[in-house]
């Protein structure tokens, strides 16, 4: 339990709290397995939370499972916390070994996860909210592929790679949105000056979120308040920033365009000016 101003008890639920001594049993015999099949089909069986296993055999084939006693979760929850009854928290489900993610000899010879999601949004399970889109995969994908042998080095480049690879999709759109904008003669001096000053951040943005990058907070306050606001996903987003280039009249009961423009203005004020420009 914890100690909180709440209206209703809080509790932490750990899967850990449920282990028993057969759950670990499989782990003794790892290294009697002979192929990725057989290793597989072990770790179907190992339940104590919660581990990401990739695994390989003499042949060159890979897998991947994600082992351990997951909680089976049919909606989102919203911030991570349910409203459950005690009854329910004493007596949890648990995913079953063959709905827990898994991969057995991909036809591309890799495996990356990269905190992906392991289901799409709308399907039946839903894995939390530490799984985001595969803008990272993306990167790793190509950094994988530009070289035949890896070396730690190379690892260590992929691991520790800085980029925003969602900016990459999104950042052009938004500066095409705000070009359109500024050729608004009527626009008030001030929206005008916000706007031109976020096109000259992301054109001359590389998309590296460094240390002393000014347009990634900008660029990913304004992302979050867009899908808050429009209450929609990475791809939702995509798709209605394309549309807001195509209208000549937004429609007044759905303005694109003023949403783009007045979330951008409040990105700013959270963000603060002297953070941005690094005065």
């Known amino acids: 339990p914890l100690e909180t101003n ?3 008890p809080l509790a932490l639920r750990w899967s850990g709290f449920w282990l028993e001594a057969k759950d670990l049993a499989p782990m003794l015999q790892l290294k009697n397995m002979q192929n990725v099949e057989e290793m597989n089909e072990l770790l179907k069986h190992a339940n104590f939370p919660a581990w990401n296993f990739v695994f390989a055999d003499h042949k060159g084939h890979i897998g991947y499972r994600v082992v351990g006693k997951a909680f089976k979760h049919e909606q989102e929850t919203k911030i991570g916390i349910s409203k459950i009854s005690y009854q ?3 007596n949890p489900n648990f995913l079953q070994p063959d709905e827990r993610p898994s991969l057995v000899k991909p036809e591309r010879h890799f495996i990356y996860t990269a905190n992906h999601r392991h289901w799409p949004k709308d399907a039946h399970y839903n894995g939390g909210r530490a799984y985001s889109m595969n803008f990272r995969g993306l990167k790793i994908h190509k950094m994988l592929k530009e070289t035949k042998l890896h070396t730690l ?4 480049a992929i691991q520790c790679d800085r980029e ?8 052009p759109l938004l500066i095409n949105v705000l070009e359109n904008f500024s050729k608004n003669q009527t626009a008030d001096n001030e929206l005008r000056h916000l706007v031109q000053k976020t096109i000259s951040l992301f054109k001359n943005w590389n998309y590296q ?3 002393d990058c000014r347009a990634c907070g900008i660029y990913r306050r304004w992302i979050d308040r867009l899908k808050k606001e429009w209450l929609v996903e990475e791809p939702g987003l995509y798709r209605l920033l394309q549309e807001s280039l195509l209208l000549t009249n937004s429609k007044p009961e759905f303005n694109l365009r003023g949403h783009i423009l007045s979330t951008l203005k409040e990105s700013w004020n959270d963000i603060g000016d002297s953070i941005v420009t690094g005065k």
């Open 88 to 90: 329910d928290f004493k």
């Open 164 to 171: 925003a690879s969602d900016a990459q999709f999104f950042a």
């Open 209 to 211: 979120a460094t240390k």
């Open 153 to 156: 080095q190379s690892f260590k």
């Open 6 to 8: 709440a209206d209703l």
